[in-house]
């Protein structure tokens, strides 16, 4: 399941659409006592789903710049490639794993119209979207969810 | 909370992009299509899926995506034309040999020929046209020649078969006056043969300039009542329409007039017209 997941992640990244339905169908599947980490990928997932489908443009963008930060976080720790800003906009997971980490401003790129002030706080309202979100999803496929995602909440 | 869920979201990224066991391996066929972008957006993305957790594979495909792009830089380099400003000072720095050279490297290119060898090439074949082009005219010219030469042969020949016998006058000759007729004619009389005493006869007519047009047929004639006021010269003109011919009629009527003297209602002989 865990190449089924990245293939729905990659569509995500490169803008193209994915079913909930499906996706909500395939994380029924997961059982209850599955790892943490399998669990908390599908509510993720999940969320990243809904939030995209659901939310405004702004939004919907800043959740992409979220998703390429923390998945060039998540891989390889050496960065390899240059970047070319605007062709991260469809930058898949391969992509990105090449390209190495990159920073929040570099992540934000594609979103930013105008040279300007980088906006750091959007990073900090899609985890926050993003927390509730995914404490839903958990609490409806898995019963009650991490403390992660309870504590402090909104 | 922000750095707990951060961490929580990290937990889970790095665990689906830890390294896993495949069955299988996409294809080097369908690699190369992954990169130059043709396979369709789904199968793109179950490619990515596999490099994401498949190191191999992952290593092969950076491999040859950094060859590709060698070829592409190459393929650039070779391909890259000179900027606008570089083919300026190219023009402006060029000499005249040089722009000939440019040229005949420029059309000598496609077939990959030296200039020197197609500045040879296209000297021979020049050439070789112009020999085409004036061998038949030349040919031509010289045919009209000899057949010219060859006609004005023949009319030589042909002159000096009439001339034998014929005096052929060098200057315009005046009419015959009526007493030069008169000496003529009797001189004519003279030859019995018929045949000699007309050729004597245009021989001497000749001399005069005066022919017979071959409109006049001399063995066939109609009789002319002579009218008040006519004479040989105007009957000639209105019978014949030539008012130099009546020197014919006189000598076609000389027996019936052998002063040439002419009275009303005399009748004299005209030649038929033909």
């Known amino acids: 399941m865990r190449e089924e997941r990245l293939f729905y992640l990659d569509m995500l990244l490169r803008g193209e659409e994915v079913g909930l339905e499906r996706v909500r169908q395939l994380a029924a599947k997961a059982s209850a006592d599955a790892p943490e980490e399998e669990k908390a990928a599908w509510v993720f997932l999940l969320s990243v789903v809904e939030l995209l489908r659901t939310g405004t443009p702004s939004q919907r963008c800043h959740l992409q710049a979220y998703l390429r930060y923390q998945i060039s976080q998540a891989g390889r720790r050496q960065r390899r490639k240059p970047i070319d800003p605007q062709g991260l906009k469809q930058a898949g997971l391969d992509e990105l794993l090449a390209i190495g980490p990159i920073t929040w401003e570099e992540a934000l790129e594609p979103c930013r119209k105008t040279r300007g002030s980088v906006d750091y706080s959007a990073k900090q309202r899609i985890e926050a979207r993003l927390k509730e979100m995914c404490r839903r999803w958990w609490e409806k496929l898995f019963g009650a969810p991490p403390k992660v995602l309870t504590e402090g909440g909104e | 909370m922000s750095q707990d869920f951060e961490g ?39 490619l990515a899926a596999h490099l994401a957790t498949c190191p191999q594979c992952f290593d092969r495909w950076r491999k040859l995506e950094e060859l590709l792009k060698e070829e592409e830089r190459v393929l650039e380099t070779k391909a890259k ?11 402006e720095g060029a000499k005249p040999i040089n722009r000939v050279r440019s040229w005949l490297g420029s059309i000598t290119a496609p077939f990959r020929l030296r200039p020197a060898f197609a500045f040879s090439a296209a000297a021979i074949a020049a050439l070789i046209i112009a020999l085409g082009v004036t ?8 045919a009209r020649l000899s057949s010219l030469t060859q006609e004005v042969v023949s009319l030589k020949e042909e002159i000096a078969s009439l001339s034998a016998g014929f005096a ?21 009389q003279g030859i019995d043969d018929p045949w000699q005493r007309s050729l004597f006869l245009a021989s001497r007519l000749s001399s005069f300039g005066i022919t017979i047009p071959a409109s006049l047929d001399l063995k066939s004639t109609r009789t002319y009542t002579v009218k008040p006021h006519d004479t040989w010269e105007t009957i000639a003109e209105r019978e014949l329409g030539d008012k130099a011919l009546w020197t014919i009629l006189y000598l076609l009527n000389v027996k019936e007039s052998p002063k040439g003297e002419l009275s009303p209602g005399q009748e004299i002989k005209i030649p038929e017209k033909r």
């Open chain 2, 81 to 91: 034309a000179a900027s606008l400003p570089e083919l300026l000072r190219q023009r």
């Open chain 2, 168 to 188: 052929i006058p060098s200057h315009i000759p005046s009419p015959p006056s009526r007493e030069e007729l008169g000496c003529l004619v009797k001189e004519a």
């Open chain 2, 8 to 46: 929580f979201i990290r937990k889970a990224l790095s665990h689906e992009l830890s390294p896993m066991e495949h069955k299988a391996h996409p294809s080097l066929d369908l690699l190369l299509k992954g990169l130059s972008g043709d396979l369709a957006p789904d199968m793109r993305s179950r």
């Open chain 2, 135 to 142: 061998i038949p005219l030349l040919k031509g010219t010289n």
